[in-house]
């Protein structure tokens, strides 16, 4: 069984940074593509980037130039670093896991997901 436990969330004024790290148990890490999604009060659950097992990346529109992910296979940890914020961006952020070497943008398309780790910008 994948377990995903995410940390680094908090509060933060506008403009300033987070990183976010999501520990992935297992032995095959490598093997999987990860995906950074969040959802804010009263709104569907978004894509806000994805990395595949191949280090290929994809981040959103809204959060381009602002956002990066990562990964460091020897950790088992992928990481969201967050710049520039905005009060929009508060929400509850999860990281989702599943194997394979494609690009996964649909939450349906993950298998394994992380409790959460709420981040709140205040303007």
């Known amino acids: 069984q994948v377990q995903l436990v995410e940390s680094g969330g908090g509060l933060v004024q506008a403009g300033g940074s987070l990183r976010l790290s999501c520990a992935v148990s297992?032995?095959?890490?490598?093997?999987?593509?990860m995906g950074w999604f969040r959802q804010a009060p009263g709104k569907q659950r978004e894509l806000v980037a994805h990395?595949?097992?191949?280090?290929?990346?994809h981040h959103a529109d809204s959060v381009k130039g602002r956002f990066t992910i990562s990964r460091d296979n020897a950790k088992n940890t992928v990481y969201l670093q967050m710049n520039s914020l905005k009060p929009e961006d508060t929400a509850v952020y999860y990281c989702?896991?599943?194997?394979?070497?494609?690009?996964?943008?649909?939450?349906?398309?993950?298998?394994?997901w992380g409790q959460g780790t709420q981040v709140t910008v205040s303007s």
């Open positions: 990395i595949s097992s191949r280090d290929i990346t």
């Open positions: 989702a896991a599943r194997r394979g070497t494609s690009w996964y943008l649909s939450e349906y398309e993950y298998d394994y």
């Open positions: 297992g032995r095959t890490f490598s093997d999987y593509a």
